[in-house]
C-alpha cells in the first residue's frame, strides 16, 4: 500500500471529522432511522428512505476517513532541519517573474489542498515543479494558461 504524505494539521483536521461523524452524525441518522420506522410501511416513507440514504453517505465517509489515515504518512516539516530546500509542508514565498507578484503556498497532502488558503497539493504543477529545488532558485511551471517563471524568495518550516 503507497503512503500517502499528510500534514500534522492534516491528519488532526481528518480525526476530527472522523470522531464528529462517529459520535454525532451517525447516532442521529440512526435515531431518524427508528423515528421513520415507527411510522409504519417503510416502502412509501419517504424519511425512512432519505434517513437510509443519509447512513449510507456517512458509513461511506467513515470508511474513506479510516482508509486514508491508515495509508497515511504524517510529516511534521517543523521538525526537520531548515536546508532552503523546497520539500512536503513547507511554506513557499514565490515571485512571479513575469509581473513581479508575490504569492505564499504551503505544500500539503490532496485532501488539504485548499487554493484559497494558500495550501496547494503536493501533486499540482506548481508542487511539482518547486519540490527538490532550493530558496533562490528560478522554477519554469507548466499551467494550462502557459508557462510562469517563478523565483523561490523563501522556505519556511511552519
Known amino acids: 500500500m503507497n503512503k500517502v504524505p499528510m500534514t500534522v494539521a492534516g491528519e488532526k483536521s481528518l480525526r476530527e471529522e472522523l470522531e464528529h461523524l462517529k459520535s454525532v452524525d451517525r447516532p442521529q441518522v440512526i435515531q431518524a432511522i427508528a423515528e421513520a420506522r415507527e411510522h409504519g410501511d417503510l416502502k412509501e416513507n419517504a424519511e425512512y428512505h432519505a434517513a437510509r440514504e443519509q447512513q449510507g453517505f ?13 495509508a497515511s504518512q504524517v510529516i511534521d516539516v517543523t521538525k526537520l532541519p531548515k536546508t532552503g530546500k523546497v520539500i512536503f509542508g513547507v511554506t513557499v514565498e514565490l515571485i512571479n517573474l513575469q509581473n513581479d507578484e508575490e504569492v505564499r503556498y504551503r505544500i500539503v497532502g490532496e485532501d488539504e489542498a485548499d487554493i484559497k488558503e494558500g495550501r496547494i497539493s503536493v501533486t499540482s504543477p506548481i508542487a511539482r515543479a518547486l519540490i527538490g529545488k532550493q530558496e533562490g532558485d528560478t522554477v519554469l511551471v507548466r499551467t494550462p494558461g502557459g508557462d510562469v517563471e517563478y523565483e523561490i524568495a523563501g522556505v519556511e518550516h511552519l
Do not use: D, P
Not at 456517512?58 to 491508515?70: M, N, V, Y
Open 58 to 70: 456517512i458509513e461511506g465517509r467513515i470508511q474513506e476517513i479510516e482508509g486514508k489515515l491508515s
